[in-house]
């Protein structure tokens, strides 16, 4: 059979359906990039906020409504995990629907495939620059505001040996960076009591894939940051210095509604962070207009940026989720306040990226090539696109590098200018 498979939300949906890819190709189905020649249409939905449900349920009614009648439609991931009546109710045409994980019942429900098709060896679908390794799922942080723990359950740290065996068959599909994700990364090994389990694993990583240059940290948790972690990225060769470290606020008072770790626990692991690598790169990310939010304690988030002038900041206004404690909350902000908080936090944000950009002009950085075709300036001159290691992909800046290179090649570079986000380069 063939299928046709849409992915929706975050990276750690990207790696939920490279698993199923697996599972189905295994299982002697193949994929079809073109929609209308498939037997079955399968999308892989998001259901953390209100807006990624909606766009869910669009992409579902879009792939619903061009069908042919003898194609499936099956719907499965985190929208189905926790709203299935609804995407029953609001697209009755769905034929099946899974939940969060179940890439191997839906191979199991499919069975295998009574064609033969010429199936490459691999069963990971093509290569790329990057790769995600997702190395848990789950969560058991309180968090008020999120949705996560009721779609995932509770944080399950990922087999090891699966996971190394999953580097190598990206580092063997040629990839140049290894990007490790989960709901909180830093929980990987606490439900076995290792509260340096990230650290141990990050040794063995970088052991399995020498051959990859890169292996970056993503979605670490405030306070969970260990001294044995900080050393062990500092140390190790081909783990890149940066970490994305969601903060969600800088008052402590906001924070203890959301039921987040103090600003003491922050300001500890960034501390950490920061004295083993000076030139770590931090990503943060912050919800503006959570319930009851004051503009003191706002401008108390203000001067926490300030004060770690984050390399990166990712921005949110508030949006209450049913079936998360913060849904009964009182005291929500008016919208219009909410737009405003946000517009000047995402000013002082591209202020301080600006001048942190401004200020690696003249220095040496290597860049990593993701473009498959060079582009043109209107001088006529050609350039390649890429990353520097402080900017992580499809959430930060680019880097713009002169001349015509291959993706995958990491280029010695001379920064020659900036933007807010992004970068100038020459080659060395």
């Known amino acids: ?28 189905h193949i994929p079809s990039f073109n929609r209308q020649d498939a037997d079955l249409l399968l999308v892989n939905t998001c259901g953390f906020i209100d807006d990624a449900s909606e766009e869910s349920l669009d992409a579902i009614r879009d792939l619903d409504s061009s069908r042919t009648g003898d194609q499936q439609l099956w719907v499965a991931g985190c929208l189905t995990q926790i709203a299935t009546d609804r995407v029953k109710r609001e697209i009755p045409g769905v034929d099946n629907t899974f939940g969060a994980e ?59 040996q699966r996971l190394l065996s999953e580097a190598k068959m990206h580092a063997y599909a040629g990839a140049k960076e290894l990007v490790l994700i989960a709901q909180d990364t830093t929980a990987f090994g606490e439900d076995t009591s290792n509260k340096d ?53 800088g008052s402590d008072a906001t924070l203890r509604r959301m039921k987040r ?20 790169a931090l990503r943060t990310t912050f919800i503006v ?41 009182g005291g929500s902000v008016d919208s219009e306040v909410v737009a405003d908080r946000y517009s000047r936090l995402m000013t002082l944000a591209q202020d301080i990226s600006s001048s942190r950009t401004k200020d690696l002009v003249g220095k040496r950085v290597d860049v990593l090539i993701e473009s498959e075709e060079p ?23 680019m880097a ?21 986000y992004d970068l100038l380069c020459y080659p060395a």
């Open 1 to 28: 059979m063939k299928y046709h498979l849409k992915t929706l939300g975050c990276a750690k949906n990207t790696v939920d359906s490279w698993r199923m890819e697996s599972a189905l190709r295994s299982s002697g």
């Open 102 to 160: 179940e890439w191997d019942l839906i191979a199991l429900e499919l069975g295998p495939s009574q064609e033969t098709y010429d199936i490459p060896d691999a069963t990971m679908p093509g290569a790329s620059v990057s790769a995600y390794l997702k190395v848990s799922d789950g969560c058991d942080r309180p968090c008020t505001f999120c949705i996560i723990p009721k779609i995932k359950g509770a944080m399950k740290s990922g087999d090891g």
């Open 197 to 249: 389990g990230l650290a141990d694993f990050l040794e063995e990583l970088s052991e399995t894939v020498p051959e990859v240059p890169w292996i970056r940290l993503m979605y670490a948790y405030p306070g969970k940051v260990t001294p044995k972690l900080a050393e062990t990225m500092s140390r190790l060769p081909n783990i890149v210095p940066y970490v994305d470290m969601p903060l969600q606020h």
């Open 261 to 280: 770790p103090s600003l003491r626990k922050a300001n500890q692991s960034l501390e950490l962070l920061t004295k083993a690598m000076p030139e770590i």
């Open 289 to 329: 207009g959570f319930p009851d939010e004051t503009e003191s304690e706002f401008l108390e988030l203000l001067e926490f940026i300030k004060e770690w002038k984050f390399d990166h900041i990712g921005a949110f206004s508030y949006s209450p989720q049913d079936g998360t404690p913060a849904f009964e909350y």
């Open 375 to 397: 582009g043109e300036n209107t001088e006529g001159d050609l350039f390649s696109i890429g990353r520097s290691f402080r900017d992580a992909p499809e959430v930060d800046g």
């Open 400 to 420: 713009f590098v002169k001349g015509v290179f291959q993706p995958g090649d990491i280029v010695p570079t001379i920064v020659k200018g900036s933007l807010p």
